[in-house]
């Protein structure tokens, strides 16, 4: 009587290996999944920054603290605006109002763009179906042609 030899036979290393690179490819699309959701918070988290001080600068144009000429909108003429800082009217030391530390990028662009190039601007004479810039900000939007994880595009957000 011999001794059976131990051992896997091809059929089972196949089976081993197959179900190894299934669990691989679902591993790999989590991870997509992950960055794209991280991706999609930041964006949310710009977008809600940059609108907050665009509502503030016009706020303080209401206010009579930023003047303006009398067919302006009162909205920022550019993104830059929000980081660069105005004159406030007033201020007696020519002091001025900043309302971004710095511009938040659009986590779906290309990271070798400047941040204020990422965005889409629409100007308060344009209408909300086709946004176009202007001679001011009114809104921001993502310039990204992709969708999000809920099926709506990043540009309508």
Do not use: C, H
């Not at 144009?61 to 980081?83: E, V, W």
């Not at 105005?86 to 201020?91: L, N, R, T």
């Not at 179906?129 to 595009?153: A, C, E, H, M, W």
Request: hydrophobic letters at 40%; glycine letters at 8%; zero cysteines.
């Amino acid at each position: 009587m011999t001794p059976r030899a131990r051992g896997f036979t091809l059929i089972e290393l196949l089976i081993t290996v197959a179900i190894l690179a299934m669990l691989a490819g679902g591993a790999m699309s989590f991870a997509d999944l992950a960055v794209q959701r991280t991706q999609e918070q930041e964006l949310r988290s710009a977008l809600r920054q940059i609108r907050e001080a665009i509502d503030a600068f016009k706020a303080a144009t209401d206010a009579g603290r930023i003047a303006k000429t009398a067919d302006a909108s009162g909205y920022p003429p550019t993104l830059n605006a929000l980081t660069d800082g105005v004159p406030d009217a007033g201020s007696a030391q020519a002091k001025k109002l900043y309302f971004l530390r710095r511009l938040p990028r659009d986590p779906m662009a290309d990271p070798a763009l400047p941040a204020d190039t990422t965005w889409g601007l629409r100007s308060y004479e344009s209408d909300t179906d086709n946004p176009q810039p202007g001679r001011d900000v009114f809104d921001v939007y993502s310039l990204s042609p992709k969708t999000s994880i809920g099926g709506r595009p990043y540009r309508e957000w």
